[in-house]
């Protein structure tokens, strides 16, 4: 079994990558390249919320629910070590987007979603940004969605390693309901590298006192590659001279952002010296 999918994104199109129910429970995600002949992408989020991120390009958003209508355009990001913008749309809600110049690359994500919440933008400054870790697992942390929106189960963000620095360390799991220090969330990682061409390290491990069927990989993970995380512990490392970066989302049983427990054989490097 491999919960690594290897999906090149060659040029315009639409890229299924989890589908909810059949690869994970809780989760769907798919990447949209618009360019070329494909200018305009349209969907319906139906039974799901969505959390759209977008990487390049410039695209305008138009939504359209019954709990609300939004229209905006989204702004290019100079690089992936800066924070983007994410779109939250509804439930039982249209969604366009319309490429304004080049081309753009956008995820969506989607989780069975809730009546009556109104459409989102998070707008790069009005995202929360803040440095976790030290040393060589210091990373940048950006939070689109958690608490400032009343999502039914989405939470999403991303993660910027820099060249040679680990993340998601000590590494975490969320798949215990022990609340509520720990829920049981599904996740998924989607990784972008800077410059293209370079690569980070994955490992996904269980628990020892888990119950369910043990595993452990190791992946190596390149542009445009996604990791599925239906448990287990799940810490990041980039290539030195590459910068690592990795949209995240979670679903489950509960929605607690900071839900997770770190893994008690390495917990201990949060309280040694440094240096």
Not at 7 to 18: A, K, L, S
Not at 117 to 140: C, L
Not at 245 to 261: F, K, M, P, Q, S
């Amino acid at each position: 079994m491999s919960f690594q999918t290897k999906c090149p994104i060659d040029g315009p199109g639409v890229y299924p990558i989890v589908e909810r129910g059949r690869d994970l429970k809780y989760l769907s995600f798919q990447v949209v390249e618009l360019g070329g002949e494909l200018r305009d992408f349209t969907t319906e989020s139906g039974d799901e919320e969505l959390a759209v991120d977008f990487y390049s390009g410039a695209v305008r958003v138009e939504v359209s629910s019954s709990s609300g209508h939004l229209t905006a355009e989204t702004r290019s990001r100079a690089s992936i070590k800066e924070p983007g913008e994410m779109l939250y749309v509804p439930r039982d809600a249209a969604l366009k987007l319309t490429l304004l110049d080049g081309s753009a690359r956008v995820s969506i994500a989607g989780a069975e979603g809730k009546p009556g919440v109104a459409p989102r933008i998070v707008a790069r400054e009005q995202v929360e940004t803040k440095p976790v870790g030290r040393e060589n697992w210091r990373r940048t942390l950006h939070t689109y969605i958690a608490d400032n929106i009343d999502a039914n189960h989405l939470i999403a963000g991303e993660t910027v390693n820099d060249p040679g620095s680990w993340s998601s360390c000590p590494p975490h799991k969320h798949d215990a309901n022990n609340p509520p220090s720990e829920v049981p969330m599904e996740e998924v990682y989607f990784f972008q590298v800077e410059p293209k061409e370079g690569f980070g390290f994955m490992r996904l491990y269980t628990d020892p006192a888990d119950p369910r069927p043990a595993f452990d990989y190791s992946y190596a993970v390149e542009d445009g590659d996604t990791v599925i995380i239906p448990r287990g512990y799940h810490p990041v490392v980039a290539f030195p001279a590459y910068t690592l970066n990795y949209t995240w989302i979670l679903a489950g049983e509960g929605r607690t952002y900071g839900a997770w427990a770190d893994d008690p054989k390495y917990a201990w490097i949060k309280e040694a010296p440094t240096g």
